[in-house]
């Protein structure tokens, strides 16, 4: 019997574990979660925005004396004036554990530019994640290409990054990931990027990250992959890529997200109409997808917009918004924001495990990240969006910071 059809048959939140020729299935036993509202960044001008904020933990180093644990938190500037008016990348940086955080300031290298091609590029859509091997912070994400400085070309986006080091924080450039002209199906590979990506980092230092590209020059569709890279303390190199993901329908599969979880990777991905999970064993191979539901086979509802991952204890969460929570003012349904426990072996959300991690207080929370704190702590960082709502328009946004840990840990 296939390990597919295994999967189908099994009653109730089981998990499969296979390994050495042997199938054996364990109830999923729910993970009790603490959640706690750290200080918020407030914005800074009412024209503006703080959106796409995610959050790096750096460790203390060994010594603990050299370096004291370090939170660094990216924000793009988000004019209110129009759809993606990104404009430059700043930093807030806390110290105290999420206590207190500095006034943000941009990032040099990070700038929104003027190119001789009469286009205005920025970076936007970035994750910061600490790459322990290494010892720097590497954000990745996409560009923003403007012609005249306002009309947007998404067939110029570029898989983008930039490289931190936490010893005198300095940032270095903006760099760009060489991608391959043509994928396996021998399409030529457009507009490739890592916009809003979760990607994982193997004990060996190369580094697992998702990225989408149009396989069609003439179409907005995305096929999303995750590629095998190599870092060598500065800048990343493309190795291979996996399994090439795809649906006819609408943009397709983007923003995908990836995890670790015990001897499997699982993927999320966005699409306009639902969200949609797969799963691999060596995180380039993937099963085909399927889309998310609850465990009684309702969809989640979760639609034209992100999810992400965590690992919390022996837990494994999708953190997600969606329709049927008395949230049809939301745009997109994007608030309040959710976390659930999943089950790994079914692919589906344990709905009596769902919690709110923030409120709709009028504002979207479509745009969250995800930071590794331990095995037992995650942090949510999520920028409020208050473009498209009337009753906040002229209030400061905030980024949001929620400690979530696993019931009864020691920090």
């Not at 994640?129 to 990745?140: C, D, L, N, P, Q």
Request: net charge positive; hydrophobic share 35%; proline share 5%.
């Amino acid at each position: 019997m296939s390990l597919r059809l295994l999967l189908s048959v099994i009653p109730g939140s089981l998990f499969l574990s296979v390994g050495a020729g042997t199938v054996v299935a364990r109830e999923v036993k729910p993970v009790q979660l603490e959640i706690e509202a750290l200080t918020a960044i407030p914005g800074r001008d009412r024209s503006w925005d703080w959106w796409q904020a995610r959050t790096a933990f750096v460790p203390a180093s060994e010594a603990g004396k050299e370096r004291k644990p370090m939170w660094i938190t990216t924000m793009s500037e988000t004019g209110r004036g129009g759809v993606h008016n990104f404009h430059d990348i700043y930093q807030s940086l806390s110290r105290d554990e999420g206590k207190t955080w500095s006034i943000p300031k941009v990032i040099p290298s990070l700038k929104r530019t003027s190119q001789e091609e009469g286009y205005e590029v920025c970076a936007g859509d970035l994750w910061p994640t600490y790459h322990a091997r290494s010892g720097k912070v590497i954000a990745t994400g996409k560009t923003f290409n403007f012609e005249g400085g306002t009309k947007e070309n998404r067939r110029r986006e570029k898989v983008s990054y930039a490289v931190m080091n936490p010893a005198d924080g300095s940032w270095g450039p903006l760099r760009f990931l060489k991608m391959p002209e043509k994928d396996h199906g021998g399409h030529a590979i457009t507009a490739a990027n890592a916009g809003n990506t979760q990607r994982v980092d193997l004990p060996n230092g190369e580094i697992l990250l998702p990225v989408r590209y149009m396989a069609d020059q003439k179409k907005f569709n995305y096929t999303s992959v995750v590629v095998r890279c190599r870092f060598d303390g500065e800048r990343i190199s493309y190795v291979e890529h996996g399994t090439e993901l795809n649906i006819p329908e609408g943009r397709g599969l983007y923003e995908p997200s990836l995890i670790q979880h015990g001897e499997w990777f699982y993927l999320t991905l966005r699409a306009d109409h639902s969200g949609y999970v797969t799963r691999s064993r060596d995180g380039l191979v993937f099963e085909q997808v399927r889309e998310w539901t609850f465990e009684d086979g309702e969809p989640l509802g979760s639609y034209n917009t992100q999810q992400h991952w965590a690992r919390i204890g022996e837990g494994l969460f999708l953190i997600y918004t969606r329709r049927g929570a008395e949230n049809d003012h939301v745009f997109r349904h994007r608030a309040p924001l959710f976390i659930a426990q999943v089950d790994p072996g079914r692919l589906c959300v344990m709905r009596r495990t769902e919690r709110t991690l923030l409120p709709d207080e009028g504002a979207t929370l479509g745009n969250s990240g995800v930071c590794r704190i331990s095995d037992h702590e995650i942090w949510t960082t999520c920028g409020e969006g208050l473009l498209r709502l009337g009753k906040r328009r002229n209030d400061l946004n905030k980024v949001h910071v929620v400690r979530v840990r696993a019931a009864g840990t020691v920090p």
